[in-house]
């Protein structure tokens, strides 16, 4: 049945032909998706309008408004009719006749209609009053009688639109955010409101009012077949249920999936899923533009009295190499070669993360269009900017859905794409798969001080359900994957070891916890076993925490995790042994030894600076400034290893990482001990073996770090005043909340010394205060073990006290406690 037809017989037989024709469209399978929405209104605009014609005969003044989704001409089955009678106001009466002529029919038939009966300047009015009224004049599409009324009122409204937008788009943000707070997000419900939760239609309809203001526009790109796919959805909800519906409710999901052609709910879920997605992220991007115009908008005047009508240029802050903040948002650097920079990527969205800002889309899709792939393995830098990114908490949500929203995710873990969008079919979870991921790296965020290895925590959450994506158990699934993953993306095989050992027993501590009898010591050594070392278990710890918050409130309790918590102290106690040895007994290179003769025979610092990539670098003699090395004019992925011997004194610890921080140079690793010169040579040298990276730029002179660092140990360089003065000028932005630094005494982990370990946000300058406050606290700092995992530094110090041996118990709590308050100051 064409068109034609369907008019034809809606003209023969009034409402009932209206009916029977309309049955028909409905039934025939022939026809879906839009176009059987197109032919629905246009059949259903013949019969208004035949309803109309000789009902107004001699009547002027007059016209028949579509409105809403009918006036777009997207009709679904069991849709509204929204309807406005526009009149000039010139025969009130006559039009109230009309309107009953044409309500009651549709009434009749059992439609639902949504009417009203307007002037001009009512409808005007009212759409002044009311948002929702205004936004579904923007609709609005004549079917019968005076165009030209219909014509000035769509021309008013959109005048009105577009004047009042500075108003209106403010308003209507904020119902989107309410509606969403109310109904959830479409993307993560097993039963989803397809018009009104989050990511629906009505934020589709929204995105085509903000477009409509002309103040801003929303990423057309996917937007319009996800806004389809979401029709589709509801028409086969419509009909499968014969009901005015738009919550997809599970008992209907497989009809509505057999009426689309789709293999199963499973299947429909994550279309309806990756469309709910879409509209989501293209309304985020598309409300930060809204507010970026808006305050220029307010800004731009008072810039242009104060500049004499100049325009001022935007202002850009350095965030990471390549990375720039600009009106609030990450941007990349004009000097930013993607097509060169595999690792810019990761690291622009673990900047964005770490300074709580989004990333622009025009960076996020540059970086798509232009950027070429890492290699195999990860080069270090790619491995922590990811780390980084995972460790930076809720932040770390929204950069992420802005990277997977242009495809990066995907081409960085190839894995992913099987748990994208993946539904639960579990009461107790309230995430799709690869959202619950996430969420359980920013939970394992908060635990990163409780660990010795932050960035295995980080990444085990990351992929501790990889292996849903499979057919069977998902946690020998997750296994394989986890350690093909780690290995791929730079990990040893003894840390993709303890990956895959967290993914496979990831359901190990809380299952026994809660199903078996801890009394029993087969269940604690078959736990310990499985673990196999005292670090694991740290980390399964965590993991299993943060896995069960990051699932729903259902899955983790105080009784949970004091279950937990005894299973662990009793497994531990099985795995302890030996303590650890004291780590600076490992002999020194040749280049140390050379390095250290040249720094006691000169009395002064000797520095070896040079790309780790590059071969060790000749010590020439103290006639040349005692500087070994250089660095090349090339780019140094991996980062420079630093090497300095200073002549053993109080206050190299903080001299070395301060001046290091007012070079804006950042530590990756750092390593200080105490070497004793050979037979012959009385004396004692300290030995750093650091790798730094410049923060932004380029790394600076070799010579200019030794100038400075003798400046410091001599006292004639104010490092912390220095460090104030910049950071005073140029302030850091506070985008992660982190958590709070954490500062213990390791027991029984040497014989000889005290060793402090410290968990604590990467910031620069932390190790110049972690330096100064053990100095201050008495102590000498044997030997020091400095690490960052991310954005997480992690680092151990070896103390004793002045006159040698560890520190009285009571003491080093003192000491600990001390530098933590220091620390959180």
Not at 506 to 519: C, K, N, P, Q
Request: glycine fraction near 8%.
């Amino acid at each position: 049945m064409t068109s034609t037809d369907v008019a034809n017989e809606t003209e023969d037989s009034g409402p009932s032909g209206y009916a029977a024709a309309r049955l028909r469209l409905l039934t025939e399978g022939a026809r879906s998706g839009p176009p059987r929405r197109s032919a629905l209104s246009a059949l259903t605009d013949d019969w208004l309008t035949g309803l109309f014609d000789p009902a107004a005969e001699g009547l002027r003044g007059v016209s028949l408004v579509a409105v809403g989704g009918y006036g777009r001409g997207e009709l679904s089955p069991r849709s509204d009719l929204d309807l406005l009678l526009l009149h000039d106001g010139h025969d009130d009466k006559a039009v109230a006749a009309l309107a009953d002529r044409l309500w009651y029919p549709v009434w009749d038939l059992g439609l639902a209609l949504d009417h009203s009966v307007r002037t001009p300047a009512e409808a005007r009015k009212t759409a002044g009053d009311d948002l929702k009224v205004h936004l579904g004049l923007l609709d609005a599409r004549h079917l019968a009688g005076d165009l030209g009324l219909t014509a000035a009122l769509r021309t008013t409204i959109l005048a009105d639109w577009r004047n009042q937008a500075p108003k209106r788009l403010p308003e209507l943000q904020e119902l989107c955010a309410e509606r969403a707070e109310r109904q959830g997000e479409l993307q993560y419900l097993l039963e989803p409101d397809l018009k009104e939760a989050r990511g629906g239609l009505r934020d589709a309809t929204a995105l085509r009012a903000v477009a409509a203001s002309w103040l801003a526009d929303a990423p057309r790109e996917g937007l319009a077949d996800a806004r389809r796919r979401l029709l589709d959805v509801r028409d086969a909800l419509h009909l499968t249920t014969g009901r005015a519906t738009d919550r997809l409710a599970l008992q209907e999901q497989d009809q509505v999936a057999a009426e689309l052609g789709l293999l199963d709910a499973d299947t429909l879920l994550r279309q309806v899923y990756e469309a709910a997605r879409l509209v989501s992220y293209a309304s985020d991007v598309t409300w930060r533009e809204v507010g970026r115009v808006l305050r220029a908008r307010s800004v731009r005047p008072r810039l242009r009295a104060m500049l004499g009508g100049g325009k001022p240029a935007p202002e850009r802050s350095p965030l990471a190499e390549g990375v720039v903040e600009q009106d609030g948002e990450v941007v990349l650097a004009r000097a930013a070669r993607p097509e060169r920079d595999p690792v810019l990527p990761l690291r622009a969205a673990a900047a964005a993360a770490q300074s709580g800002l989004p990333l622009s889309l025009h960076a996020v899709r540059r970086l798509a269009a232009t950027v070429r792939p890492l290699p195999t393995p990860w080069p270090a830098e790619a491995r922590e900017q990811l780390v980084t990114l995972l460790g930076s908490g809720r932040p770390t949500v929204e950069v992420w859905e802005a990277l997977e929203a242009e495809g990066l995710i995907t081409r960085l873990l190839p894995d992913w794409e099987r748990v994208r969008c993946r539904p639960q079919r579990n009461a107790v979870h309230v995430w799709t798969v690869d959202r619950h991921l996430i969420e359980t790296a920013v939970r394992a965020s908060s635990f990163t001080r409780r660990v010795h290895r932050p960035d295995l925590l980080l990444v085990a959450a990351l992929l501790h359900d990889i292996g849903k994506g499979w057919p069977g158990d998902h946690s020998v699934a997750g296994e394989i994957i986890a350690k093909d993953v780690a290995v791929r993306v730079g990990f040893d095989h003894a840390d993709a070891a303890v990956l895959a050992t967290l993914v496979r027993h990831h359901l190990l501590l809380i299952e026994t916890a809660t199903r078996r009898d801890l009394d029993d010591p087969a269940t604690v050594r078959a736990v310990a076993e499985a673990v196999g070392t005292q670090s694991t278990l740290e980390l399964l710890h965590a993991l299993t925490e943060a896995d069960a918050l990051a699932t729903g409130p259902a899955a983790w309790s105080a009784w949970r995790g004091s279950l937990v918590a005894d299973l662990v102290k009793r497994v531990s106690a099985v795995l302890s042994g030996d303590p650890l040895e004291d780590p600076e007994a490992a002999a020194p290179t040749a280049e140390q030894e050379r390095l250290a003769l040249e720094a006691f025979r000169t009395g002064g610092p000797v520095l070896a600076l040079r790309a780790q990539t590059e071969a060790p670098a000749e010590v020439p003699d103290a006639a040349s400034g005692s500087v070994s090395g250089s660095v090349s004019g090339g780019q140094e992925p991996l980062g420079v290893e630093l090497l300095i011997a200073v002549p053993d004194q109080a206050g190299v610890l903080p001299a070395v990482a301060g001046v290091l921080a007012v070079h804006r140079l950042t530590v990756r690793t750092a390593e200080l001990r105490s070497l004793s010169l050979p037979d012959g040579v009385d004396g004692s040298v300290l030995l750093l073996d650091w790798r730094v990276a410049a923060e932004y730029g380029s790394l600076p002179q070799a010579a200019r770090l030794r100038a400075d660092l003798v400046r410091a140990l001599d006292g004639s360089l104010d490092i912390a005043a220095r460090l104030a003065e910049r950071d005073a000028a140029y302030p850091r932005r506070r985008g992660v909340v982190a958590p709070p630094p954490r500062v213990t005494v390791a027991p029984a982990a040497s014989r000889s010394a005290t060793v402090i370990e410290v968990r604590a946000q990467d910031a620069p300058g932390l190790l110049f205060r972690i330096g100064r406050g053990l100095e201050e606290a008495g102590v000498r700092v044997r030997s020091a073990h400095a690490g960052t995992l991310g954005s997480n530094a992690v680092d151990a110090f070896y103390v004793t006290a002045a006159e040698g041996g560890p520190l009285p118990g009571e003491e080093a709590v003192s000491v600990a406690r001390g530098l933590e308050e220091l620390l959180r100051g």
